[in-house]
């Protein structure tokens, strides 16, 4: 009787097996085809991203609104400022209410990590006015605001075809890691970031699928803007001894990364205290940036800490900028960022990680080039650990910052002392148990969400 139901419930099983593999295979070409779609998205939307914030910063700072701020000089770096805060404000505050007060990343993950539903056009919204905020010179990022935009097209496309909602939180991490691989022309840490990062975990499978459609993305903006994100000069390691000063390195840029992290907090829960309008927070923060830009460097008639500062970062690796600006720009950075952020506006942490990580190992690699002239590499070789140290370190994302020091930075020679600093740094981190600044946000966000409610209803 057994040996029967057992060749029965084998001949079953078998004569399943080929409809199953038919099933499997038809999901996975329809899965490929929105995913190719998801890239696709991503990419232009990239395009259009950038767009607005091009033509944001031409139209308040070479346009001078219409020409109506030309009498007023320098004080357009407070004005202008100003202006793109309120814009963002009002715009977040009207279109983009439930997912206002949260970073992007943990949007990202509340999304793939959790069955909470978030419409396309509050991501789109927020991330549209990351492009503004940046645009007037906000100092942020667009690579979390692009991935996020991404995250929405993979949304919006996983919903009008009613996949399931694994295949649903796929795709919007398909769409997360083609908006970092288009924006910084990088399909493989725009991978590794929408794993590590927004889904928190590893899996071959998803792993092709995600690089897939950061690939497309890549290809889209590289057929209309053809380059590198960073023009990388060929460093190398001068001697042996050099590898304690990467791992000494990697132990200052854990503490910078903590500070960063905890300024970041501190700055947060400031503004969240203050008793005034929503809509005027923004504007105030944009104002008070430009009041820090006025007493610093600046480059092209503005200061170097607006923006995204990719050719600040630029000038750092080539080992262009003196110790005393370095040195201020690290500073000023980090509260210009935590400022902005801080008051409301919308905006990335990515590049100003970079941007963070360069001026801190430039710094450096000023001092050891001070200290042991003979047996060490250029500033701007420290300035590239410190960069991809920093981002790893701040984000909770070692293995993506050890991928962008071999995609982005690339040359051999160069790779493995930036290693060292990255798994140095993230060591000292994890050994001061401290929080990735994702998590450290969402924990104030929980803390303070009676008092957000309060002044947003």
Not at 82 to 92: E, F, W
Not at 257 to 273: P, Q, S
Not at 431 to 439: D, P, R, V, Y
Request: hydrophobic fraction near 50%; proline fraction near 3%.
């Amino acid at each position: 009787m057994s040996s029967n139901s057992l060749s029965v419930n084998t001949l079953v099983n078998q004569s399943q097996t080929p409809m199953q593999n038919v099933n499997d295979i038809f999901n996975w070409i329809v899965m490929t085809i929105l995913v190719l779609g998801v890239g696709f998205g991503a990419g232009y939307g990239t395009l259009a991203m950038l767009w607005m914030f091009d033509s944001a910063h031409k139209f308040l700072f070479e346009d001078k609104l219409w020409g109506l701020l030309n009498g007023f000089g320098i004080y357009c770096l407070l004005i202008v400022p100003a202006i793109g805060g309120l814009i963002v404000g009002t715009l977040i505050i009207h279109f983009a209410r439930e997912v206002k007060g949260q970073s992007i990343p943990i949007t990202l993950k509340t999304l793939v990590a959790k069955d909470v539903y978030l419409s396309p056009r509050a991501l789109m919204v927020k991330s549209l006015s990351s492009a503004l905020c940046a645009g007037s010179c906000g100092s942020v990022g667009l690579g979390s605001p692009i991935a996020q935009f991404g995250a929405a097209i993979g949304s919006t496309i996983g919903q009008f075809f009613h996949v399931s909602k694994y295949q649903l939180r796929l795709l919007i991490t398909c769409g997360a890691g083609a908006g970092i691989a288009a924006v910084f022309h990088a399909p493989i840490v725009g991978a590794f970031f929408a794993l590590e990062v927004v889904q928190g975990k590893f899996k071959a499978s998803n792993f092709l699928i995600v690089l897939i459609s950061a690939l497309v993305a890549d290809a889209v903006v590289q057929s209309y803007n053809p380059g590198s994100f960073l023009i990388i000069p060929q460093y190398t390691q001068v001697s042996h001894w050099e590898l304690l000063l990467y791992a000494t390195l990697g132990v200052f840029t854990a503490i910078s990364a903590i500070a960063f992290i905890r300024t970041m907090g501190a700055m947060k829960k400031l503004w969240d205290r203050m008793s005034i309008s929503e809509y005027l927070k923004p504007a105030l923060g944009g104002l008070v940036l430009g009041a820090i830009g006025l007493l610093t460097f600046q480059v092209d008639g503005l200061p170097r800490i607006f923006g995204l500062g990719t050719s600040t970062i630029i000038d750092a690796i080539n080992g262009s900028l003196a110790l005393n600006v370095i040195l201020v720009l690290f500073l000023m950075k980090i509260l210009a960022t935590s400022l902005i952020l801080g008051s409301g506006n919308a905006g990335g942490t990515i590049t100003p990680s970079f941007f963070m990580g360069a001026m801190l190992g430039g710094t450096f690699g000023h001092i050891v080039n001070l200290l042991f002239p003979t047996i060490v590499a250029p500033t701007g070789a420290y300035a590239l650990a410190g960069m991809a140290a920093f981002f790893g370190s701040a984000m909770g994302a070692p293995i993506t910052a050890i991928v962008v020091a071999i995609e982005l930075i690339g040359g051999y020679q160069i790779n493995w002392p930036i290693i060292l600093t990255i798994l140095v740094s993230t060591f000292v981190t994890s050994g001061m148990n401290t929080k990735s600044l994702f998590n450290t946000l969402k924990w104030i966000r929980r803390r303070t969400s009676f008092q957000v409610a309060a002044n947003t209803n």
